[in-house]
C-alpha cells in the first residue's frame, strides 16, 4: 500500500505570518497534524529550516510527544539542526538542501559533492535507531552515491515532473526518469519515497513509478483545506456574531 506523509509547514507558515515571534497562535501545527492523522495519514513530515521561518523547535518537540504515526524529520546537515535530531529521535529523518533565499526546498541534495559529510550524518543517525532519507533528484549518479552513504530511503524529488506536468511530451520523459530511478534505487537495495509539487491534479499519473513506499505531500493538502473547510470556517462564525445585541 501506497503511504501518504503529509508536510505540516505551511500550516506553521499561516501561523507565523501573525503570530511570529509570540510562544502560541493559530493555526496549531500539531493539531492539523492529529486531524491528519485521524483521517488516515501514515506520517508527519516537519522541517526545521535553520532560519525557523515557519516549524519551530517548540513544535517539533510536541509533535514527537503527541502523534502517534511516524515523525519524519526533514533536516540540513548543519550541526545545529543534526543535534536537535538526534535529541528529539525521530522515526525518521529526510536530509535536503536549504538555502536561505529559496521559498520552499528547491532541487535534490548533492550527495556526490557533500558525500564524507552526509556519512557522517548517516552513521550518526542510524547509531541513535533514526532511519535515514536522501531527498534527491532522479539521477543515476545521486542515487548510485546515496547507496554509499548508508541511507536507508531516498525520496525523489518530483518538482521537474509537476512542473511539466501540463505538457504530454516533458510529462512523459519526467515520468521515465522518475520510473528509471526508483528502478536503479531499488536494485542498489534503496527504498524509495517520492514527493515534492504534488497535487491533486497530478498524483494518478504516478502510479507507474515502481517500488514508491510512501509520497509526502504538504502544501497541496493545506491549500485545499483552506477552500473544502471555508464554507464550515465562515458559517461557524457568522453563527457566533447572532449573539451581538447592540
Known amino acids: 500500500m501506497l503511504k501518504l506523509g503529509v508536510n505540516i509547514d505551511h500550516v506553521a507558515t499561516l501561523r507565523e505570518a501573525r503570530y511570529r515571534g509570540q510562544k502560541s497562535g493559530e493555526p496549531c501545527p500539531v493539531d492539523a497534524a492529529l486531524t491528519c492523522e485521524a483521517a488516515g495519514a501514515h506520517g508527519i513530515t516537519a522541517h526545521l529550516r535553520e532560519d525557523r521561518r515557519h516549524i519551530q523547535d517548540a513544535d517539533v518537540k510536541a509533535l514527537r510527544k ?26 525518521i529523518v529526510c536530509l535536503v538542501p536549504e538555502k536561505r533565499q529559496e521559498i520552499t526546498t528547491e532541487g535534490g541534495l548533492e550527495v556526490i559533492k557533500q558525500l564524507a559529510a552526509i556519512k557522517r550524518v548517516c552513521s550518526r543517525m542510524r547509531m541513535a535507531n533514526i532511519e535515514v532519507s536522501l531527498f534527491i533528484n532522479p539521477d543515476v549518479t545521486q542515487i548510485e552515491a546515496a547507496a554509499a552513504t548508508g541511507a536507508q530511503f531516498i525520496e525523489l524529488h518530483t518538482g521537474a515532473y509537476a512542473e511539466h506536468f501540463g505538457n504530454t511530451r516533458s510529462r512523459q520523459r519526467e515520468l521515465n526518469r522518475l520510473i528509471a530511478a526508483a528502478t536503479h534505487a531499488h536494485s542498489l537495495g534503496l527504498r524509495v519515497n517520492a514527493g515534492h509539487g504534488l497535487n491533486y491534479n497530478n498524483l494518478s499519473a504516478l502510479h507507474v513509478v515502481p517500488y514508491l513506499e510512501e509520497l509526502n505531500i504538504g502544501h497541496s493538502i493545506i491549500s485545499r483545506s483552506t477552500q473544502t473547510g471555508l464554507k464550515k470556517a465562515v458559517k461557524e462564525i457568522l453563527k457566533l456574531m447572532k449573539g451581538y445585541r447592540p
Open 66 to 91: 503527541q502523534i502517534s504515526t511516524r515523525l519524519n524529520f526533514e533536516m540540513a546537515i548543519a550541526p545545529e539542526i543534526v543535534r536537535f535530531a538526534l535529541k528529539i529521535k525521530p522515526d
